[in-house]
C-alpha cells in the first residue's frame, strides 16, 4: 500500500475532488508506519493534511 500511495500522490494535484484521497494517504501513513519509514509515513500524512484543506465542491451545484 506505501507503494501505491506514493505513487497516486502526483495525480492528487489534478484530482482534487477525488472522495478516496483520505483513505489512499491514510492506509499508506499507516504502511509506512508498519514497515518503520517514518520518511514515507510523514509525507503522506502531509498529503492527508493538505487534502483535508481543500474545499469539498458539490459537482450537482
Given amino acids: 500500500m506505501l507503494d501505491c500511495a506514493w505513487s497516486l500522490r502526483w495525480f492528487a494535484g489534478r484530482w482534487i475532488q ?3 484521497w483520505p483513505e489512499v494517504f491514510g492506509l499508506g501513513a499507516k504502511a509506512g508506519t508498519a514497515l518503520g519509514d517514518p520518511g514515507h509515513q510523514a509525507a503522506l500524512l502531509r498529503y492527508l493534511a ?11 451545484v
Fill in 18 to 20: 477525488w472522495p478516496y
Fill in 50 to 60: 493538505v487534502h483535508h484543506t481543500i474545499p469539498q465542491v458539490d459537482p450537482e
